[in-house]
């Protein structure tokens, strides 16, 4: 069994895979955004199929809007002046396109892909390392500092997954999303709910350590 | 890349590497993030500090667009209850489908409890709480 990477390698790896994926994709990602989207999946499924109409009808406008551009062009020409200001407000709205597509979220598919994708990346990991092993405990240190009760585990981790569900919800994000990427982009809230969420982890595992 | 295929392969290139990555760091190990938390052993904390250190670093040299979001009012108690998760079960939204993926079984409890969690935000949301969250982005 190999030992764990040490820090230098393992800060290389996040800020590479954080860095690869904004300059892909111009997006964030986060965990629990994919889990909140994948988990609406039916909404969200609507939201996007109203999103694709909506982009096709903005289609359809800039072509009738071409069109219509066209024909009149080829009509006796008018006095040039009163010409300009029709023809000038379409070009803003084409310049804010790029702007609208880009904070349009990942598809729907791609955030349950990421999340397969995670289980596949640590099992490849703990089969190299040697570190895979079925177990129904989660380990001598849980059973040490939380519970050696299989029920209390149990009750515990559902607890425990309630308050990180709920809770990445409401603050809008997790360790990924506004750990990583938000703090990556110097964004306030994201740097407020990640002091929020460690100095709040701190103060338990204090908590944790200090019962036993 | 920015096509429908392009960020296809963005993410699952991004979640294996997460996944691959995480795993190697030893999140998953409920006593190496315990003892994480309360710096006995500042190995993971450098690993996340510094990455944080060289997103910076990186963005700011690449001029990456900044989206400086609101902080709207669900931050500070959102962020609280998953601090204190993350503690108890040592779960973050990720960290459950690793220790699955590492043979820890009764994670896939706390994979429910995020299901459960998750779904329960929006409808309680909808319903009775109307508090800002901002965007659901990330």
């Known amino acids: 069994m190999n030992a764990y990477w040490p820090w230098w390698a393992g800060a290389l790896g996040l800020a590479a895979l954080t860095i690869g994926y904004t300059l892909a994709t111009d997006r964030s990602f986060g965990v629990s955004g994919a889990w909140d989207r994948v988990l609406h999946w039916r909404r969200e499924r609507e939201h996007e199929k109203a999103e694709e109409k909506f982009t096709d009808e903005r289609a359809l406008t800039a072509a009738l809007v071409e069109a219509s551009a066209d024909h009149f062009a080829a009509l006796p020409a008018e006095p040039a002046p009163r010409h300009q200001s029709p023809v000038a407000p379409v070009e803003p709205s084409a310049a804010a396109d790029p702007v609208v597509t880009r904070r349009r979220p990942a598809p729907l598919v791609t955030q349950a892909a990421l999340l397969i994708s995670i289980f596949l990346g640590g099992l490849i990991a703990s089969l190299a390392s040697g570190r895979f092993e079925l177990r129904l405990d989660m380990g001598p240190g849980f059973r040490d500092l939380v519970t050696a009760s299989p029920v209390g585990m149990i009750a515990l981790l559902f607890t425990g997954g309630v308050l990180v569900g709920f809770g990445t919800r409401l603050a809008g994000g997790c360790s990924s999303g506004h750990g990583l990427n938000g703090c990556g982009r110097r964004d306030p809230v994201s740097i407020v709910a990640t002091a929020t969420f460690f100095g709040t982890a701190v103060a338990v595992s204090f908590l944790l350590w200090k019962v036993i | ?138």
């Open chain 2, 1 to 138: 890349m920015r096509t429908r295929g392009g960020i296809l392969l963005a993410n699952i290139v991004t979640g294996l590497a997460l996944g691959f990555t995480v795993t190697s760091i030893g999140f998953g190990d409920y006593i190496e993030l315990s003892r994480m938390f309360t710096f006995q052993d500042l190995r993971m904390l450098l690993s996340f500090g510094g990455a944080v250190v060289i997103i910076v670093c990186v963005f700011a040299l690449l001029k990456v667009r900044r989206t400086p979001g609101r902080i709207h009012a669900g931050v500070i108690p959102g962020a609280v209850l998953f601090g204190t998760g993350w503690a108890i079960s040592g779960g973050c939204p990720a960290i459950p489908i690793i220790q699955v993926a590492s043979g820890y079984l009764p994670a896939l409890v706390t994979i429910v409890g995020i299901v459960v969690g998750v779904r329960l935000c929006r409808w309680v949301r909808g319903r009775y709480l109307h508090i800002d969250s901002g965007s659901c982005e990330l």
